[in-house]
Structures are given as C-alpha cells and as structure tokens.
C-alpha cells in the first residue's frame, strides 16, 4: 500500500479555494458590467425600460437643471463642449471635464492591493452644467452621475465617496479659482451590488472674469480618497485654545 503524501491535502485545499475566487471575482466584474450597460443607456440615445409614470434616473439628473434640456446639457464626462449661459449677459459657460487620475475609485481592504480587497468601485458615467451670471457674479450649477459597484471584500450599507470639484484656469501655470470636497453617502445592498449616484453643486459662486479669462475657465470632477483623509486627520487634531494670561 502507497503512502500518501501530505502535500496532496494542500494542493487539494488550494484547489478548492480557487474557484471561490474566481466566483466572487466573476460577480464582481459581472457587477461592473452592468455599470457600463447603464452608462452607455445615459451617454446614448436609447430608450430607458421605466413606465412613463415613473421617470429614469436620467431623467431625474435632468430634471435638477431645469426642463430644457439645452440649457441642461449634460456632456459625457471625458469631453464637453461649452454652451450659453441662460442670463441676460452672454457668456460660454466653461466646460466641465474629469480630473486625470481621478475618474476612478476603489476602496480596498485595508493593508491588501488586489482584486479580492476591493471592497467598492465607484465611476463617472455623465455630468453637467449650466450658468447664471447675476452682478457680476458667475454661478455654475455644476452635476454628477456616476455609479458604485459592491466589490468582493465589501459588505452591503452606507459608504461615502469623495467627490472633488475644482475651477481652474488653465495656462501656463494654471489656478485654483474655487474647489471644495463633498462626502457623499451612498447606500448599496445586498440584492442590488450596482447603484447610480447623483450629486449637484450649486455654491459655486465667482466673480465674472473678462472674456478672455472666462474662455480658459475649467470646471474638474473627480474622486478625492487622499483630501478625504487630510480632512479626517484635520478634525482629529486636537484645538487649542487661547493660552492663559499670567497675573
């Protein structure tokens, strides 16, 4: 009789715990598949499959900005092109685009980096914008779609994404006019791993440049995990107060 060797168990074991894997990892891709189905149904012209009482979440993203769509313009996230502000003083209101490097996001585990930490994913699918000059002020409306995939390390509940939006003025050396961080709660479960997120701006206020200012105006999106962080560590340190006067 042949003695078994020990290491068959392992390789067995190991075996065994590959397609497990490859199961959570399928569901998780098969997730973000769905994702992008959706984003072509809002970046297309195709119909949504919702009743006529009851209106698509594009329409509804629509809907913040008003019922023209032309004033709404919502672009594709990577390349828009600039459209009139509706006011009574004429500008092209600036076009919003993706910051690079920023156009996704993933929240891993932490202390792991591979495809069965990732815990969320989140991605841009649309956005829009639409301007209103008043006093020589200039506010922009500025809106983002996007959607959040449940990963193979995550569990269902409320999460937060970190959504930057920036005004710079482009050239040589470019310039910070307005940027803020917003923290937004998104809820997923466990019956529904894919969800869209929608987000709107509408304190973004400045100035009205000259023309010749305006027309170099870009209005940047993106994930934000890093300033997310800096900010958390910020509310954590401790203030001090004004030190006590000696007698």
Request: charged share 20%; hydrophobic share 35%; glycine share 8%.
């Amino acid at each position: 009789m042949s003695r078994r060797d020990p290491r068959d168990s392992s390789r067995v074991g190991a075996i065994a715990a590959r397609p497990a894997a490859a199961s959570a990892i399928g569901l998780f891709l098969l997730a973000l598949a769905g994702g992008c189905s959706s984003t072509e149904e809002i970046l297309g012209d195709r119909p949504q499959p919702a009743p006529s009482s009851s209106p698509s979440f594009t329409e509804r993203f629509r809907n913040l900005f008003g019922s023209s769509e032309k004033a709404s313009a919502a672009q594709p996230a990577a390349a828009s092109s600039a459209q009139p502000a509706s006011s009574e003083t004429k500008v092209n209101c600036p076009p919003t685009d993706v910051r690079q490097g920023a156009a996704t996001l993933q929240m891993t585990a932490p202390g792991e980096d591979n495809a069965m930490a990732v815990r969320y994913q989140a991605t841009f699918s649309r956005t829009a914008r639409q301007c209103t000059v008043s006093a020589g002020t200039l506010t922009i409306k500025v809106g983002v779609q996007g959607r959040l995939v449940l990963g193979p390390a995550g569990t269902p509940g409320e999460t937060h994404v970190p959504l930057r939006y920036a005004l710079v003025q482009e050239g040589i050396q470019p310039k910070t006019i307005w940027s803020k961080l917003y923290m937004l709660p998104v809820a997923i479960t466990a019956d529904q791993p894919s969800v869209p997120f929608t987000h709107v701006v509408e304190d973004l206020v400045v100035p009205l440049p000259p023309g010749d200012e305006l027309d170099r105006y870009v209005v940047y999106v993106g994930f934000d995990p890093q300033g997310a962080e800096l900010e958390k560590k910020q509310q954590r340190k401790p203030q001090r107060g004004p030190k006590p006067r000696s007698g």
